[in-house]
């Protein structure tokens, strides 16, 4: 499965930064950016992330990047599993 590759490629440092800084401001996170652990899960406990704030960050995302994500894509929990994920996904697929 193409996604997985993803993961074993060296992460876009800066790209995730940007995308930890979008998160937090689009979400009005009360913590700073740096705060995000890449490789640790954006939805749940953690970061009080829900299903709603994963919509909201699809919706900037595409925005941003130029990147289409669908709802109902099966790999959407792979996607939005970490900030690392969804940075390389973003980071292969962005046009602007």
């Known amino acids: 499965m193409e996604l997985h590759?993803?993961?074993q490629t060296t992460p876009d440092l800066a790209l995730e930064k940007e995308m930890a800084a979008l998160i937090v401001t689009a979400l009005n996170l009360d913590i700073a950016p740096e705060a995000i652990v890449p490789e640790e899960p954006l939805y749940g406990d953690k970061l009080g992330i829900d299903s709603i704030d994963i919509l909201e960050i699809a919706l900037v995302v595409s925005?941003?990047?130029g990147v289409q994500m669908?709802?109902?894509s099966e790999d959407n929990?792979?996607?939005f599993g970490s900030l690392r994920a969804l940075t390389a996904y973003?980071?292969?697929?962005r046009v602007k």
């Open 5 to 7: 590759s993803t993961a």
């Open 63 to 65: 925005k941003q990047y």
């Open 90 to 93: 973003v980071g292969e697929r």
């Open 77 to 79: 929990a792979h996607i």
């Open 70 to 72: 669908k709802a109902d």
